[in-house]
T-cell receptor, first 109, second 114 residues
Framework: RKEVEQDPGPFNVPEGATVAFNCTYSNSASQSFFWYRQDCRKEPKLLMSVYSSGNEDGRFTAQLNRASQYISLLIRDSKLSDSATYLCVVEGGSYIPTFGRGTSLIVHP | ETGVTQSPTHLIKTRGQQVTLRCSSQSGHNTVSWYQQALGQGPQFIFQYYREEENGRGNFPPRFSGLQFPNYSSELNVNALELDDSALYLC?????????????FGPGTRLTVT
């Protein structure tokens, strides 16, 4: 089993839709969790950290479920500009980050 | 922009050659991590440098080596290049390990090995 797993997609949704991605991790001792966004042929950019209590930033909501060992990202009212690959990152006790392979989102008119 | 710079942006090398990639970290960051990203995959952790010492290493052979300098800039060296080394190499700077964990990436160096 991979340390961090994501459905590669693509998720193809119309503008205005709500879409959710999950990311599962295998190391129960993992301590820090993040979502990054990567546009085609560009570098990843931090989207948001994921806190135990969950957190929201505008149209984006991230949740952590330690019991089931997954994190989620919810995007409401999708925009064309949300089209990108969303990478989840999990950090273990040694602070070494592990990236998932990413989930591709395509938002169409 | 993150303030993290990498050079060169593109590079073509022949199998068996050696390559050095460079990274300047964001002001105030003393930790640099290097990643290899193959097409269609997520970034794979190579190693991390904190205060000029290697702080962790991923599953990469010893021909991948690095350095961090007193100004926190860093180099990634790859010896005996193989075709599978063709990828985007990303560096990311951050605050010390165990603080925020948030990383800021440079634009990457695209390496092609022929």
């Amino acid at each position: 089993r991979k340390e961090v797993e994501q459905d590669p997609g693509p998720f193809n949704v119309p503008e205005g839709a709500t879409v959710a991605f999950n990311c599962t991790y295998s190391n129960s001792a993992s301590q820090s969790f993040f979502w990054y966004r990567q546009d085609c042929r560009k570098e990843p950019k931090l989207l948001m950290s994921v806190y135990s209590s969950g957190n929201e930033d505008g149209r984006f909501t991230a949740q952590l479920n330690r019991a089931s060992q997954y994190i989620s990202l919810l995007i409401r009212d999708s925009k064309l500009s949300d089209s990108a690959t969303y990478l989840c990152v999990v950090e273990g006790g040694s602070y070494i980050p592990t990236f998932g392979r990413g989930t591709s989102l395509i938002v169409h008119p | 922009e993150t303030g993290v710079t990498q050079s060169p942006t593109h590079l073509i090398k022949t199998r068996g050659q050696q390559v050095t990639l460079r990274c300047s970290s964001q002001s105030g960051h003393n930790t640099v991590s290097w990643y290899q990203q193959a097409l269609g995959q997520g970034p794979q952790f190579i190693f991390q440098y904190y205060r000029e010492e290697e702080n962790g290493r991923g599953n990469f052979p010893p021909r991948f080596s690095g350095l961090q300098f007193p100004n926190y800039s860093s180099e990634l060296n790859v010896n005996a290049l193989e075709l599978d080394d063709s990828a985007l190499y990303l560096c990311a700077s951050s605050l010390p390990p165990g603080t925020t964990g948030e990383q800021y990436f440079g634009p990457g160096t695209r390496l092609t090995v022929t």
